[in-house]
């Protein structure tokens, strides 16, 4: 009989995959189908096991197999650097929500002023949870990652004006439907975060921001 790998042992959880570039292209792309359905599929002799497999995953990677820690310092030619990001497939990168590019620490960071508290940020993400645990029960869903495309897009449909930097992306071929369904996802959660009803442009161009490389840092 099958037993639960590490994709499933992270059900409800984070699933943490450090130099992924590493890591061979047919396990990065067995990944799929459990970002997709939540669920992992293990045929055997005796039957197909199915396991539940519903996690946050994350994902890092360096630029390139040298990972100086000054980028100027790279001695990677340029075919080097996309063989080996290569590996991190289109197919894959559509299933990931939130992409930022690291930089070197500067030493001014270590004077900027405080931000929030982690017991500040800890009650603001429950009361965001909380939010929209309310707005999906009904729909049978426990939070903004798991809801279906066609109900995000359909009955849960940001304005016209709000949909508007999503609609321009589609238009482009810079975007995916199923790209449009994870931004509306992040920006549902932009919303609860900020205490909102419902996304508006800011919180919709701000999760699509995040779909861009190098757009945060």
Known sequence: ???????????RGVLFLDECAEISLSALEALRTPLEDGE??????????CYPARFQLVLAANPCPC??????????AAATKRRYLGKLSGPLLDRVDLRVQMHRLRAGAFSAADGESTSQVRQRVALAREAAAQRWRPHGFRTNAEVSGPLLRRKFRPSSAAMLPLRTAL????LSIRGVDRTLRVA???ADLAGRTSPG??????ALSFRQTGARR
């Open 1 to 11: 009989m099958a037993r639960p790998g590490a994709v499933s042992r992270a059900h």
């Open 40 to 49: 992992i599929r293990l045929a055997r002799r005796d039957g197909v096991a």
């Open 67 to 76: 990972a100086p820690a000054d980028p100027q310092d790279c001695i990677c």
């Open 171 to 174: 238009d482009r071929g810079l």
């Open 188 to 190: 549902w959660s932009l």
């Open 201 to 206: 442009i800011d919180e919709v161009a701000a």
